[in-house]
Nanobody
């Protein structure tokens, strides 16, 4: 049973930084890709950033240049460093993992990020 645990959300002022982490219960080598989604009130869930096991990275246009996704294979953890946060970044952020071979997908419980003064 795979579990994705995401501590690290909270309240931050506009322009400030925040780092999210996603710890997997098993080895992240079994995941072809890991990423972050977010869902704001009244909006659909959207992809924020994804990193593949080969190190390929993609970002949503709205976060390019401000957010950085990275992974630490030794700690089975993926990070999302968010800088220059804007009120529009307020959402519940979910960690995601995919195994393309089996078609399996896992989603964390979500963590609230609120950007407000």
């Amino acid at each position: 049973q795979v579990r994705l645990v995401e501590p690290g959300g909270g309240l931050v002022q506009p322009g400030g930084p925040l780092r999210l982490s996603c710890a997997a219960s098993g080895s992240i080598f079994s995941f072809n890709a890991m990423g972050w989604y977010r869902q704001a009130p009244g909006k659909q869930r959207e992809l924020v950033a994804v990193i593949t096991s080969g190190g390929r990275i993609n970002y949503a246009d709205s976060v390019k240049g401000r957010f950085t996704i990275s992974r630490d294979n030794a700690k089975n953890t993926v990070y999302l460093q968010m800088n220059s946060l804007e009120p529009e970044d307020t959402a519940v952020y979910y960690c995601n993992a995919d195994n393309w071979g089996t078609g399996s997908r896992w989603l964390g419980q979500g963590t609230q990020v609120t950007v407000s003064s």
